[in-house]
């Protein structure tokens, strides 16, 4: 029968062990996460060794279309490929400061992390590039966020119009704008608070989901204190990123494969929608130009390199000139069309990533700079 002490000694030798192998295995998760981070072999953030600020930067609390940023705050945004600063302004547009009462002409950017400009510099963004080329003002309301066509409509119709302009671009991404705004797929999204146009009978219906999460409650203000430790430990450690990375990709995954809806190199968003959410796109359009009134509307279609290797004609191209058909001030850009034909248009998206690079958000802003709608609303000759 073991004595006292040679119990105590042994307890203490298996917490010893047990400690050593914890350590070696976190050591290990961390060497083996920075390497497939940074050999980009999954696109999850790297870190960057900064103390977060207390406020988080994208958050879904603003009550009209919930993903927004908050006001006056700066994010280090780090991945193997890019690090850079994002800021924004009194209205929590990722921008700069902007007056209400400009002068025309004037636009706002509608769109998600592409037109916000996810892990580009601000001068690297469409909208900049556009503003320095035509020195007319862009106003980017733009945000990541799985931000979809519905949200899209009420930045416009809440924030948007609170700003004098006379043109507005729109920008569609069919990779995963038609998920975003399909109540049928409202399960990816757990806890984050959205709204759906969902229909009833022959009419939409505005409703949102997770509604609790609307407003800085007593029980969101404990919850951001838990969010800020993740956040130091996604800024500290590369084995926290790709854990994250992975289990939400799960949960993007198993909802869209129960439905036989698989992600995969083939799937493409300008042919792969179903009827339900192309009608639904219809509904937020007609309520996008129900806002704008006589403002030209502009409505770009950006694709990802799985779209780029189709070369048959786009469905969803189609309907959107069908929808152009019933309004005169609306006109639609297909930026596939046009970077199809450019040899060079892998460099335009990140490799770590997917976003578009510094060379793909100059090559939009190109074809702005060309098209005859663009021009003639900017009073360009």
């Known amino acids: 029968m073991l004595s006292n002490e040679q119990s105590r000694g042994s307890y203490l030798g298996w917490t010893k062990g047990a400690l050593c192998v914890l350590l070696v295995s976190a050591i290990s998760l961390e060497v083996f996460s920075a390497i497939v981070i940074e050999l980009h072999l999954i696109p999850a953030d790297s870190p960057n060794y900064k103390t977060p600020g207390e406020r988080p930067f994208w958050v879904d609390r603003n009550p009209h279309f919930g993903m927004w940023h908050e006001a ?35 636009v706002l950017m509608l769109g998600d992390s592409f037109t916000e400009g996810y892990g580009l510099k601000r001068e690297d963004r ?37 700003f004098n302009h006379n043109l507005v671009i729109i920008n569609l991404l069919p990779d995963n704008d038609f998920v975003d705004d399909d109540p049928n797929h409202a399960a990816i999204y757990q806890g984050q608070y959205r709204p759906y146009l969902e229909r009833t009978g022959a009419r939409y219906l ?6 609790d999460q609307k407003g800085a409650s007593k029980k969101e203000i404990r919850r951001e204190k838990r969010r800020y430790f993740g956040r130091m430990l996604r800024n500290f450690t590369y084995s926290i990123n790709a854990i994250n990375y992975i289990m939400s990709f799960m949960r993007q995954i198993r909802p869209l494969n129960r439905e036989q809806h698989l992600i995969s190199p083939a799937f ?10 192309a009608e639904r796109l219809i509904e937020v359009m007609s309520r996008v130009m129900v806002e704008a009134e006589a403002r030209q509307v502009i409505v770009t279609v950006t694709p990802r390199p799985a779209d780029l290797i189709y070369m048959n004609p786009s469905p969803l191209i189609e309907l959107l000139m069908v929808v152009a058909e019933d309004y005169p001030n609306l006109h639609i850009i297909d930026f596939r069309k046009a970077f199809q034909v450019q040899p060079n248009w892998h460099s335009f998206y990140r490799d770590c990533d997917g976003h578009w ?25």
């Not at 505005?206 to 509604?211: E, F, G, H, K």
């Not at 493409?268 to 959410?277: E, H, I, K």
């Open 357 to 381: 690079s510094p060379a793909g958000a100059k090559a939009a802003a190109n074809i702005l700079l060309q098209d005859e709608v663009y021009r003639r609303t900017l009073g360009i000759n």
């Open 72 to 106: 006056e705050t700066e994010y280090i945004h780090t991945k193997s490929c890019f690090s850079v600063t994002y800021r924004t302004n009194t209205f929590g547009a990722r921008d700069r400061q902007r007056d209400k009462m400009g002068n025309l002409p004037r």
């Open 206 to 211: 505005l409703t949102y989901i997770n509604r």
């Open 268 to 277: 493409s968003g300008y042919f792969d929608f179903s009827r339900d959410q």
């Open 126 to 162: 469409t909208s900049d590039i556009l503003e320095s080329q035509t020195k007319v003002e862009h106003l980017n309301f733009g945000t990541s966020g799985h931000f979809g066509p519905t949200q899209y409509w009420l930045l416009y119709k809440h924030l948007g119009l609170k």
